[in-house]
């Protein structure tokens, strides 16, 4: 992009209050100009909460500025947006010029969520009979079934094969009516996951904690939306039942990442150096978990 469209669009958003009054005029008489953004379709980033605007390069963003007892400028960026914290003392220019500093790794970022936010909203789950949803790593198809076979464990996971034997597919079959609204299939099927979910986390904890030299005393599930799970002093676990989504590898790499933390209860290299003794293909571990997306439970 070259130098006058960037200045055009800087000067686009300074408010015509702030400008000398024979410029504001022309900027009302010219909306050829006020179009340039939409012409060129500049990304334009909103925060719900923002209380500060940035332009970045070819892109802008709304974002939320709280200052703090802090002694560095720091920024995130996560669903709502782009988040800055900055020390009260820090001038708004100080700010902007590290936010400018790190336009491309926030336009880039802010482009990567709200592609996220874009595939998550696609992959909310329709709660009826044939709809799909991964199980350890692997798709399983949703079958109700009225049936009093399977009744009081309320759902079963079968596998049907094809009629040349070539392939096989997972069915959970799930014992609630065929008329059945979404909320019950829903309901039923998230009781039989948390409790593969406990079944299974207990049996990986088992596994790994003598290779790690540590004793774990208590499980229980979680159903935070930003945690995978934590670890107490006390050796009590809590980890997310929705791992179960995921293969055994990423279940693996959470379960001894909370052990570990019975040794080591920081993230410092002595932390990340016991994790690498039992799982020493970790960070590839923890990049797929970060990238893999999970089913939307509406």
């Given at each position: 992009m070259?130098?006058f469209?960037?200045l055009?669009?800087?000067?686009?958003?300074?408010p015509?209050?702030l400008?000398?009054?024979k410029?504001?005029?022309t900027?009302d008489?010219?909306?050829?100009?006020?179009s340039l953004?939409?012409?060129?379709?500049?990304?334009?980033?909103h925060?719900?909460?923002a209380?500060?605007?940035i332009?970045?390069g070819?892109?802008s963003?709304?974002?939320?500025?709280?200052?703090?007892?802090?002694?560095?400028i720091?920024?995130?960026v996560?669903?709502?947006?782009?988040?800055v914290?900055?020390?009260?003392?820090?001038?708004m220019?100080?700010i902007e010029?590290?936010?400018?500093e790190?336009?491309?790794?926030?336009?880039r970022?802010?482009?990567?969520?709200?592609?996220r936010?874009?595939?998550?909203?696609?992959?909310?789950?329709e709660?009826?009979?044939g709809v799909?949803?991964?199980?350890l790593?692997?798709?399983?198809?949703?079958q109700?079934?009225?049936?009093?076979?399977?009744?009081?464990?309320?759902?079963r996971l079968?596998?049907?094969?094809?009629?040349?034997?070539s392939?096989a597919s997972?069915?959970?079959k799930?014992s609630?009516?065929?008329?059945?609204?979404?909320?019950?299939?829903?309901?039923?099927?998230?009781a039989?996951?948390?409790q593969?979910?406990?079944?299974?986390?207990s049996?990986?904890?088992n596994?790994?904690?003598?290779a790690?030299?540590?004793?774990?005393?208590?499980?229980s599930?979680?159903?935070?939306?930003?945690r995978?799970?934590?670890a107490?002093?006390?050796?009590?676990i809590?980890l997310n039942?929705?791992?179960?989504?995921?293969?055994?590898?990423i279940?693996?790499?959470?379960?001894v990442?909370?052990?570990?933390?019975l040794?080591?209860?920081?993230?410092s290299p002595?932390f990340?150096?016991?994790?690498r003794n039992?799982?020493?293909?970790?960070?590839?571990?923890?990049?797929?978990?970060?990238?893999?997306?999970l089913?939307?439970w509406?």
């Amino acid at each position: 992009m070259n130098s006058f469209v960037q200045l055009a669009l800087d000067w686009l958003d300074v408010p015509a209050r702030l400008l000398p009054e024979k410029t504001a005029r022309t900027q009302d008489k010219t909306p050829a100009i006020q179009s340039l953004t939409q012409v060129l379709d500049v990304a334009r980033f909103h925060h719900p909460r923002a209380n500060r605007f940035i332009h970045l390069g070819i892109g802008s963003a709304d974002y939320r500025l709280t200052r703090s007892r802090r002694k560095t400028i720091g920024m995130s960026v996560g669903p709502d947006g782009l988040d800055v914290r900055a020390p009260r003392w820090a001038s708004m220019g100080a700010i902007e010029s590290a936010l400018h500093e790190k336009g491309e790794w926030i336009l880039r970022k802010l482009q990567e969520m709200q592609e996220r936010q874009k595939h998550m909203q696609a992959s909310v789950i329709e709660w009826r009979d044939g709809v799909s949803l991964p199980f350890l790593g692997e798709q399983v198809v949703l079958q109700l079934d009225s049936s009093p076979l399977f009744k009081d464990t309320g759902a079963r996971l079968d596998k049907t094969f094809s009629a040349d034997g070539s392939g096989a597919s997972q069915i959970l079959k799930v014992s609630v009516a065929q008329n059945a609204d979404a909320s019950q299939i829903r309901d039923a099927v998230q009781a039989w996951l948390m409790q593969q979910a406990k079944q299974l986390f207990s049996q990986r904890l088992n596994h790994y904690a003598p290779a790690l030299g540590v004793h774990w005393k208590k499980l229980s599930l979680s159903n935070a939306s930003t945690r995978w799970g934590s670890a107490a002093s006390d050796g009590s676990i809590q980890l997310n039942w929705r791992l179960v989504h995921f293969k055994l590898d990423i279940i693996d790499y959470v379960v001894v990442h909370e052990l570990s933390h019975l040794r080591v209860m920081d993230h410092s290299p002595m932390f990340w150096k016991t994790v690498r003794n039992v799982v020493p293909d970790y960070a590839q571990r923890r990049t797929e978990l970060r990238e893999e997306s999970l089913p939307q439970w509406a």
